[in-house]
């Protein structure tokens, strides 16, 4: 009988989700909507969370994805109730698989060929910042605050390190937050590169809709090319990366946005894209 209520009533279950879609002029806007968690990133909200990317990911209509929140938090981490259970348990075979699928979610978000952008007004914390640190790009309002405080409870962000190092300017600033679990702030986190802009908390859904809508415009054959090409080539050395990609390039070439885009430019006009 509660079942049949809740498919007779899908506006009642994507209440009770963790996580709610909602879809725009080509944009998806996933947001964690469980405010009085902090939006805790529980093994539930990352399965919902993994699902949701996974249909944006093949939803042909879907050209950008917005990862937005509810409440003071964007995301304060593990649920750390959760956590506790299974250091209670001793489980440490649940304690990996927890970790393995926190760690399968930050890399499908950038494994997904679309952009994925995340939009900040609170905090982002632990594997909340690690999260943040994922998303291809961050649009954050001045509110917003960043940190990896696990070192005060005597748990070291050693997951949420492997993202926010590699998104930020140098290893020293990672190496700070993570030593200190200190918050910083918006313009600071702007400053050393977690953030991309920094906009009054009144205008971030406006900024961060205009930056998705700009990137929307581009032919998404050609942003699934560069996505996936700027990942790999980070970790290559420098002569191999130059290889790769000019490979790259060669692909790129061979599709037929890539033809319009070129004669567009040359013709002096708007191109038509078909995405492929």
Same mark, same amino acid.
């Given at each position: /009988?509660?079942?049949?209520?809740?498919?007779?009533?899908? !506006?009642?279950?994507?209440?009770?989700?963790?996580?709610?879609?909602?879809?725009?002029?080509?944009?998806?806007?996933?947001?964690?909507?469980?405010?009085?968690?902090?939006?805790?990133?529980?093994?539930?909200?990352?399965?919902?969370?993994?699902?949701?990317?996974?249909?944006?990911?093949?939803?042909?209509?879907?050209?950008?994805?917005?990862?937005?929140?509810? =409440?003071?938090?964007?995301?304060?981490?593990?649920?750390?109730?959760?956590?506790?259970?299974?250091?209670?348990? @001793?489980? +440490?075979?649940?304690?990996?698989?927890?970790? +393995? *699928?926190?760690?399968?979610?930050? *890399? *499908?978000?950038?494994?997904?060929?679309?952009? #994925?952008?995340?939009?900040?007004?609170?905090?982002?914390?632990?594997?909340?910042?690690?999260?943040?640190?994922?998303?291809?790009?961050?649009?954050?309002?001045?509110?917003?605050?960043?940190?990896?405080? =696990?070192?005060?409870?005597?748990?070291?962000?050693?997951?949420?390190?492997?993202?926010?190092?590699?998104?930020?300017?140098?290893?020293?600033?990672?190496?700070?937050?993570?030593?200190?679990?200190?918050?910083?702030? &918006?313009?600071?986190?702007?400053?050393?590169?977690?953030?991309?802009? #920094?906009?009054?908390?009144?205008?971030?859904?406006?900024?961060?809709?205009?930056?998705?809508?700009?990137?929307?415009?581009?032919?998404?054959?050609?942003?699934?090319?560069?996505?996936?090409?700027?990942?790999?080539?980070?970790? /290559?050395?420098?002569?191999? &990366?130059? !290889?790769?990609?000019?490979?790259? /390039?060669?692909?790129?070439?061979?599709?037929?946005?890539?033809?319009?885009?070129?004669? &567009?430019?040359?013709?002096? @006009?708007?191109?038509?894209? +078909?995405? @492929?």
């Amino acid at each position: /009988m509660a079942e049949a209520a809740q498919k007779a009533d899908p !506006a009642a279950s994507a209440a009770q989700s963790p996580v709610r879609r909602e879809d725009s002029d080509g944009i998806a806007i996933l947001t964690l909507q469980k405010p009085a968690t902090r939006n805790s990133l529980s093994s539930a909200t990352m399965a919902v969370l993994q699902e949701l990317l996974d249909a944006c990911a093949g939803d042909p209509a879907v050209r950008v994805i917005v990862l937005a929140h509810e =409440g003071p938090a964007f995301s304060a981490g593990h649920d750390l109730r959760e956590v506790s259970g299974l250091i209670e348990a @001793r489980d +440490t075979a649940a304690q990996h698989a927890l970790l +393995t *699928q926190c760690s399968t979610l930050m *890399q *499908q978000v950038q494994k997904i060929t679309k952009p #994925v952008i995340a939009e900040i007004a609170g905090i982002a914390t632990a594997a909340g910042c690690q999260l943040a640190a994922a998303c291809d790009l961050v649009v954050a309002g001045r509110s917003a605050r960043f940190g990896t405080p =696990g070192v005060n409870i005597g748990l070291f962000c050693s997951t949420p390190m492997v993202a926010l190092s590699r998104a930020v300017a140098s290893p020293k600033h990672a190496m700070e937050m993570l030593l200190t679990g200190d918050l910083v702030d &918006a313009e600071h986190a702007f400053r050393i590169g977690l953030v991309n802009r #920094v906009v009054d908390d009144a205008g971030l859904r406006e900024a961060t809709l205009a930056l998705a809508q700009q990137i929307a415009s581009k032919s998404q054959a050609t942003i699934a090319i560069g996505k996936a090409a700027f990942y790999r080539q980070l970790g /290559m050395p420098l002569a191999e &990366a130059y !290889a790769f990609t000019s490979d790259v /390039m060669v692909g790129n070439l061979a599709i037929d946005d890539a033809n319009e885009g070129i004669c &567009a430019f040359i013709e002096k @006009r708007s191109p038509n894209w +078909t995405d @492929r």
